[in-house]
């Protein structure tokens, strides 16, 4: 991981490129047995742009800075374009980071209800008086059998037997 994600060119002091060294790897995180997002953003996506699109921030800004030092006011207002543009995807994946915290944030705070709620509902059953669940589970279970019973006999009997 000491790697740097960008590496500079340079033509003596003068910056001439900057290029990704980053690898793309998308960082899964699993919120759930159904439930999972992805985590990352490549800086390549961010300052670069798509694949072979012209977006490039910092190609736009060498591009300014040549504009500015050869005063060329159309490649001033060229590469302004091309910043603007980097600038609103830039904007549009802090929007998207954003968002993807707010839905980790949220997953979070329900797993800890969650925790709570399954915490008490072990601590009842922790508490609760084994003797008095057996009883009341045997009652459940006579009352079961006697209905049982009496729909066997209700469907045996014939419609003359039911009014004698």
């Known amino acids: 991981m000491d790697q740097k994600a960008f590496t500079v060119e340079k033509d003596g002091d003068t910056i001439t490129a900057v290029n990704y060294q980053g690898d793309n790897k998308q960082l899964v995180r699993h919120l759930g047995a159904e439930e999972k997002i992805e985590i990352s953003i490549s800086g390549e996506r961010v300052f670069n742009g798509p694949a072979g699109s012209s977006q490039d ?4 800004l ?13 490649g001033l207002n060229s590469s302004m374009e091309k910043i603007d543009g980097c600038r609103d995807r830039i904007i549009g994946f802090r929007m998207e980071a954003g968002t ?3 839905h980790l944030e949220n997953s979070i705070r329900s797993m800890k209800s969650l ?4 915490e008490g509902d ?7 008086d084994i003797t008095e669940v057996l ?5 459940q279970e006579v009352a ?5 019973q009496m729909a066997s006999r209700l469907g045996s009997l014939d419609i003359l ?3 004698r």
């Open 62 to 74: 060498i591009e300014l800075r040549e504009a500015l030092s050869s005063d060329d006011a159309e």
């Open 122 to 128: 072990l601590g009842d059953l922790r508490g609760a």
């Open 135 to 139: 009883m009341n589970l045997a009652l």
């Open 57 to 60: 921030f910092f190609a736009a």
């Open 100 to 102: 993807r915290g707010q």
């Open 115 to 118: 925790k709570v709620k399954l």
């Open 144 to 148: 079961y059998r006697a209905s049982i």
């Open 161 to 163: 037997e039911i009014f």
